[in-house]
């Protein structure tokens, strides 16, 4: 292996698990309410993802920390995910969709931690940019979510579910294919120093921050992922234009990552991070008054901002304060925080709201999005007197 194919090989893992989060994200209620379940229980199933990434997601990154090997995890967690869904060819009913989805979800959970600290590893290693790297990813959701809107509108919610199945042996191939873990073969005596380690993490005021800021912002997406193809579709829009509105939030957000070094350069990772937040204040307030189609392009066009700056800034807060070792730990905590317990518990108000009150739900998104701002904010002030040290 090459020192010039280690970029391709990650940029190719973070393509194929992009892939599966660009069929799934936009048209995966869509199957869910075409096999009866209500908007109630959509909001369960989603919310009930997210909680159970806040214990797989860590869970796994610890364990990848520990044996100092995030490769063979991945591995692991692909499969996993992918066997899971091909149950789903077998369910029929709201209960035997939520057992199969607790498996499900157990494998999603930790993929994109473990990828993000691999690659994250291999940045600080050999110096590769990031977000060259990571756009990939992005490539692959956009053109999924292309894809996907074709599949709904010639095979229904049915080639949504098959799609998916194929994509996740395709996870399994690229995480296969990875370059191995830079820290492979450390000395695994070194353990319980970092089970002591991650403790100390999580108790880090600044590290708490940090946190709360991007869990909010992050949090603040929840209508728009678990309801905003439905609401599309209530409005008389067709599954080829509300996919190319999906595709259209991560094209700017693609961009973002194409030019994040030269970003860098101007404006730190707090910054990005608090920016994000005053972003979503502006997207889901614009978004609660069912704007017309053409104004609905620029707004999609905030996600560069709301997601794009908010995870680019997190990966690289990470990179600058936190220590290496326990680097998949604390990517695993932001993902159970951020992706996980946050979001699961909008999410468990999201049906209700989302079915009493329909767009104007959005507005309560942009009130987390002031609460990303406020943390953020506060977060830059902790580390107005840091030098670019480590959390320790």
């Not at 993000?116 to 940045?123: C, N, P, R």
């Not at 970003?263 to 994000?276: E, N, S, T, Y």
């Not at 996980?340 to 009150?357: D, N, R």
Request: hydrophobic share 55%; aromatic share 12%.
């Amino acid at each position: 292996m090459t020192a010039n194919s280690i970029p391709i090989r990650l940029a190719l893992c973070s393509a194929a698990i992009f892939a599966v989060m660009g069929l799934q994200l936009p048209f995966w209620p869509v199957w869910l309410r075409d096999h009866g379940v209500s908007p109630e229980g959509i909001g369960v199933l989603v919310a009930m993802g997210y909680f159970i990434r806040a214990i797989a997601g860590p869970s796994v990154s610890i364990l990848a920390d520990r044996i100092g090997d995030r490769r063979v995890p991945l591995i692991g967690v692909s499969t996993l995910f992918t066997l899971a869904f091909a149950l789903f060819l077998f369910t029929d009913s709201f209960w035997p969709i939520l057992i199969v989805s607790i498996f499900s979800y157990a494998g999603a959970a930790p993929m994109v931690p473990l990828k993000e600290s691999l690659t994250m590893g291999y940045v600080a290693l050999k110096g590769y940019d990031y977000g060259r790297i990571r756009l990939w990813g992005s490539i692959a959701f956009v053109a999924m979510t292309l894809v996907g809107g074709l599949v709904m509108s010639r095979f229904g919610s049915t080639g949504i579910l098959w799609g998916t199945i194929a994509l996740g042996g395709l996870v399994i191939l690229a995480a296969w294919a990875l370059p191995p873990d830079p820290r492979h073969g450390e000395a695994t005596a070194r353990a319980p120093l970092r089970l002591r380690e991650v403790w100390a993490l999580v108790r880090q005021p600044t590290f708490l921050v940090f946190m709360a800021a991007v869990s909010l912002t992050m949090s603040s997406h929840a209508i728009y992922y678990a309801f905003g193809t439905l609401n599309w579709q209530s409005l008389g829009y067709s599954d080829n234009f509300i996919g190319f509105l999906w595709a259209l939030g991560v094209v700017a957000e693609i961009i973002l990552f194409a030019f994040s070094t030269r970003v860098l350069k101007r404006v730190p990772p707090l910054m990005l991070i608090a920016g994000a937040g005053l972003m979503a204040i502006v997207r889901w307030v614009l978004t609660a008054f069912d704007p017309v189609w053409w104004a609905l392009l620029p707004i999609q066009c905030l996600h560069a901002f709301t997601f794009g700056a908010l995870h680019l800034g997190a990966m690289h807060y990470i990179a600058r304060y936190v220590p290496v070792q326990v680097g998949a730990s604390a990517m695993g905590l932001l993902a159970a925080t951020s992706g996980g317990l946050a979001i699961g518990l909008v999410m468990i108000a999201a049906g209700p709201l989302y079915e009493s009150v329909g767009a104007f739900a959005y507005l309560a998104m942009a009130v987390l999005g002031l609460g990303g701002l406020c943390f953020a904010l506060l977060l830059r002030q902790l580390h107005a007197h840091d030098s670019p040290a480590q959390i320790s």
